[in-house]
DNA sequence: ATTGAGACCTGTCGGC
DNA sequence: TGCCGACAGGTCTCAA
């Protein structure tokens, strides 16, 4: 379950299992994810001790002692668990992180889009898909005004955008359905829409910046006390009531870039 | 330069 | 019950 606030869930539970760990031993059980893991990887991350667990969009970033980070993604379907040291290997377990402290912690991942890889810290920052993500939505850094310049000239649907990780970094399909909903913008608005021509932010640009952050914020408060699984807005209810007050539309399923869009077509009209 | 389509995988669910 | 297609929280690459 992997955007944003699910990974951030996932560095909250690793971290103190991490942090200050030392890893006994590696194994691997097959040679790839979505790609090949890097040479050596077990030997280089065998021995090392964990300095940081930290997140960058959907990635989390493991400084080791050694000077390495070890970067890891959870794609569409991988996850971790904290296992006794002794425990059974299940279908798709393919990292295994013994820990001197008696530990282990599992990867798992069936549909295998995860990635993992090993690079030298000082040079973190520059690895591929790290180097070209957008701005932390929850940053300072991100407000109404970088969203409307991101998305001065294009001529995409809004929600499309939204799933660029150059536009902001760690939505996904689920919450940038949300945040448009919150923020009352139609999904198949043009981006550009929301930006004035000197590039300059819209209301529709601060409704979207802050929706953002807080359909993001919400998510993450409510994993904390992880409970019932979701109550989203618009995801994954076609044919339901819009749940904003006073609003009695339906909400709609539409197709945007091949990807599941909902949204309330009454609410979101604009 | 942007943008959309297809590829990468496995599992699950609904319809016939 | 069984088979088959559609679909799933994400990137990445390739070709208009």
Redesign the pocket.
């Known amino acids: 379950?992997?955007?944003?606030?699910?990974v951030e869930a996932v560095r909250r539970e690793l971290a103190p299992v991490l942090e200050g760990a030392h890893v006994s031993r590696v194994v691997l059980r097959r040679g790839?994810l979505?790609?090949p893991f890097p040479i050596e990887f077990e030997r280089r991350i065998g021995g090392a001790t964990v300095r940081r667990l930290t997140r960058r969009?959907?990635?989390l970033l493991a400084e080791l002692s050694s000077n390495d980070t070890l970067i890891m993604?959870?794609?569409?379907?991988g996850s971790f668990r904290v296992e006794p040291a002794d425990h059974t290997p299940e279908?798709?377990d393919h990292v295994i992180f013994e820990l001197s402290s008696g530990r282990t912690v599992v990867f798992n991942d069936?549909?295998?889009?995860g990635?993992m890889d090993l690079v030298p810290s000082a040079g973190a920052a520059e690895w591929?898909?790290l180097a070209?993500l957008g701005p932390e939505p929850l940053s300072a850094e991100f407000d109404a005004a970088t969203l409307a310049r991101v998305c001065a000239?294009?001529?995409?649907?809004l929600k499309?955008?939204l799933?660029?990780?150059h536009v902001v970094?760690?939505?996904?399909?689920?919450?940038?359905s949300e945040a448009l909903h919150l923020a009352r913008l139609s999904p198949r608005l043009?981006?550009?829409a929301i930006a004035t021509r000197n590039g300059a932010p819209k209301p529709a640009a601060r409704r979207l910046a802050a929706a953002i952050k807080t359909v993001l914020e919400r998510a993450i408060a409510r994993q904390a006390d992880y409970n019932d699984?979701?109550r989203f807005r618009v995801?994954?209810r076609a044919g339901q009531r819009c749940r904003r007050r006073g609003c009695a539309g339906k909400i709609k399923?539409i197709?945007?870039?091949?990807?599941?869009t909902f949204y309330c077509p009454v609410c979101q009209r604009t």
Not at 1 to 6: F, I, Q, S, T
Not at 255 to 260: D, E, I, K, T, Y
């Open positions: 379950m992997p955007e944003l606030p699910e790839n979505r790609r969009a959907k990635y993604h959870l794609g569409m379907s279908p798709h069936p549909r295998r889009f990635v591929p898909a070209d000239r294009s001529k995409r649907a499309v955008a799933l660029d990780q970094a760690g939505l996904g399909n689920i919450y940038a043009r981006a550009a699984a979701s995801y994954d399923r197709v945007q870039a091949g990807r599941s």
